[in-house]
């Protein structure tokens, strides 16, 4: 069985400040990594494959300096990442990113699953993985929690509002990972010595894809119209107390206050 996971190389949300005065993103020197939700797509494959012959490909569109960035996902049990460079340093509309993904998964071909994030840990666009099955013809089944194959059929259980779905699909599939399900593993220092060995080949788009660049430059520009942070002041709320029980008494006292919890009515 062969695995196709879809990560980013992303901006490190924990790292992004906002201007106090003008509420402006200060987004200049802040640090790029696989994404939280990357990795737990990794995660995902990796568990699905673990009592299997597989190989597991990671496909991502990123800048040339995300190389150094694979290590950890490769550590977890990727055998290869492919780089496709990305021309617009991350500033194309989406439709561009997906024709670009799109052209490198029919050069692939050899894959019987792909395996999307619910979204990426900056963009939340939630688009990559519905509009790649609807392109691709292939079935999507998203917010995945649980993943098996029987046969050549794949069994998911999805999570919904507040129930869970379990259904099947044949291969091959797109499916989603849900939020927070799959946490990645924790790698060894073998581990990280065997990813040394493991590729990361770079594609381009003009070259490996034969993607008309100029043309997509058109179709995929984007104007910034409005960026503001959000500042959220805290109540830092003292509690004091001899004791524990006065501690907690007071904790209480405040959550009610604030109508985070309520009182027995």
Known sequence: MNVLVLIKYSLDVSEIKVDPDSADLLLEGVPRKIGDIDKNVVEAAVKLTADSNSKIQALTLGPLKARDGFRDVLAMGLDEVILIEDPFDGQAESVVAITILEAAIKKITDFDLIICGFASDDGYTFQVAPR???????????????????????IATRELDDSLQVISVPLPAVVSIAEEAFPPRRTTLMDALKAKDKPVNVWHVGDELDLDLENMTEIGKIETAYQKGVIISRKRNLLKGKTPVELADQLIDALLKENVIKGNE
């Open 132 to 154: 790649l099955a609807e392109r691709l013809n292939l079935p999507l089944v998203s917010y995945v929690s649980q993943l098996s194959v029987e046969d050549d059929s794949l």
